[in-house]
C-alpha cells in the first residue's frame, strides 16, 4: 500500500483515540474539558502516527486525535445530562472508538471518519436540546 493508505489509518486510530479520550475524561466546564481532551488527543493521535509511520503519518494522526476528541466531549455531556451514567456513556462511546479504530483499516475509511464525526456530533449538537418523550406520552396520569 502507499503512504497514503498508512496517513489514513494513522487519522482513522487517531479519530478512536480522541473518541475515547473524550469519553473518559470527567465532565465539569465544557470548555475546559474540551481544550484538555484536544490536547490529549493531538498527543495521542501524534504517538499512533509515529508508530504507523513517519511524520505525515503524526500530522494525520494528531488532526484525526483533535477532531475525535472534540466531537466526543459534547456527545457525552449531553448523554449524561439526558441521564445516562457516567460509566454506561463512557463504556459505550469508548466501544463505538473501538469500532472506529477498526474500520481506519478499510482504505480510505480514515480520511471519511476524520469529516463525518464532526458533522455527526454538530447533527447531535443540534437536536441535542430537545428531550425525547419515549412511551412517556402514552402514560395516563
Given amino acids: ?7 489514513g489509518v494513522a487519522t482513522g486510530l487517531g479519530v478512536a483515540a480522541g473518541i475515547v ?25 501524534i504517538g499512533i502516527g509515529l508508530l504507523v509511520g513517519g511524520w505525515g503519518e503524526a500530522a494525520g ?14 456527545i ?13 456513556v463512557g ?17 480510505g475509511l480514515g480520511y471519511a471518519e476524520a469529516v463525518l464525526v464532526p458533522l455527526f456530533a454538530h447533527r447531535m449538537r443540534r437536536r441535542g ?3 425525547y418523550a419515549g412511551l412517556r406520552i402514552l402514560a395516563k396520569d
Avoid at 500500500?1 to 496517513?7: D, L, P, Q, S, V
Avoid at 457525552?76 to 454506561?88: I, M, P, Q
Fill in 129 to 131: 436540546d430537545r428531550r
Fill in 76 to 88: 457525552v455531556a449531553g448523554a449524561l445530562r439526558g441521564g445516562g451514567t457516567r460509566f454506561g
Fill in 1 to 7: 500500500m502507499g503512504a497514503w493508505y498508512w496517513i
Fill in 91 to 107: 463504556a459505550i462511546v469508548a466501544l463505538a472508538g473501538v469500532g472506529i479504530a477498526a474500520l481506519a483499516f478499510v482504505p
Fill in 21 to 45: 479520550i473524550g469519553a473518559a475524561l470527567p465532565q465539569g466546564r465544557p470548555g475546559a474539558i474540551a481544550g484538555l481532551a484536544a490536547v490529549l488527543g493531538v498527543a495521542a493521535g
Fill in 61 to 74: 494522526g494528531g488532526i484525526g486525535g483533535f477532531l475525535g476528541a472534540l466531537s466526543s466531549v459534547p
